[in-house]
T-cell receptor, first 112, second 114 residues
Framework: EAQVTQNPRYLITVTGKKLTVTCSQN?????MSWYRQDPGLGLRQIYY???????DKGDVPEGYKVSRKEKRNFPLILESPSPNQTSLYFC????FGTGELFFGEGSRLTVL | AQSVTQLDSQVPVFEEAPVELRCNYS??????LFWYVQYPNQGLQLLLK??????LVESINGFEAEFNKSQTSFHLRKPSVHISDTAEYFC????????????FGSGTKLNVKP
């Protein structure tokens, strides 16, 4: 089954404790991206990657890092989480040139 | 940067009634337009998209949207809604040749009542 898998699905953590949200896709897509969803704001793009070792900032990259060492994986790293990063996070992938995003089920992160 | 506006945060409608969800975007330069649907506790799924060609695009479940360049709009319509259409709908815009950057609206919750 074609899918985008995120882990963990739910996480409660404390300010400053580094965490990583993993994202993996099995569709051999070149493009992957991360979004955060907040009430009344819709989805905002954090980072995207056009291919292995190629990443770039979206609209709200502050406080986040990403890496793309393998085509299937695109982890989101919060080096020092803060309460304003409490949000619902989505990873998505796409075949190059189609514009159709395939989303994971989301990771709900709470930073206390 | 692009901005996407969905003026209606919630739209209540009775089953079998028509519905229109509105979407406007800020720049018409080389844009590609999408509607995504999000069912409760799920990720988003593509409903329909406009890349080029006919300005009227349709989905497999009866939704349609029309690209209007002069009004910078991409409204979503359905002539007769079902209970199962209850979900949140997001309009999205991508710019550039590589679909690398995406801008989403704030979403419209469609609540279909029996």
């Amino acid at each position: 089954e074609a899918q985008v898998t995120q882990n963990p699905r739910y996480l409660i953590t404390v300010t400053g404790k580094k965490l990583t949200v993993t994202c993996s896709q099995n569709m051999n897509h070149e493009y992957m991206s991360w979004y955060r969803q907040d009430p009344g704001l819709g989805l905002r793009q954090i980072y995207y990657s056009m291919n292995v070792e190629v990443t770039d900032k979206g609209d709200v990259p502050e406080g986040y890092k990403v890496s793309r060492k393998e085509k299937r994986n695109f982890p989101l790293i919060l080096e020092s989480p803060s309460p304003n990063q409490t949000s619902l996070y989505f990873c998505a992938s796409s075949r190059f040139g189609t514009g159709e995003l395939f989303f994971g089920e989301g990771s709900r992160l709470t930073v206390l | 940067a692009q901005s996407v506006t969905q003026l209606d945060s919630q739209v209540p409608v009775f089953e079998e009634a028509p519905v229109e969800l509105r979407c406007n975007y800020s720049s018409s330069v080389s844009v590609y337009l999408f509607w995504y649907v999000q069912y409760p506790n799920q990720g988003l799924q593509l409903l329909l998209k406009y890349l080029s060609g006919s300005t009227l695009v349709e989905s497999i479940n009866g939704f349609e949207a029309e690209f209007n360049k002069s009004q910078t709009s991409f409204h979503l319509r359905k002539p007769s809604v079902h209970i199962s259409d209850t979900a949140e709908y997001f309009c999205a815009v991508s710019q550039g040749d590589n679909f690398n950057k995406f801008y989403f609206g704030s979403g419209t919750k469609l609540n279909v009542k029996p």
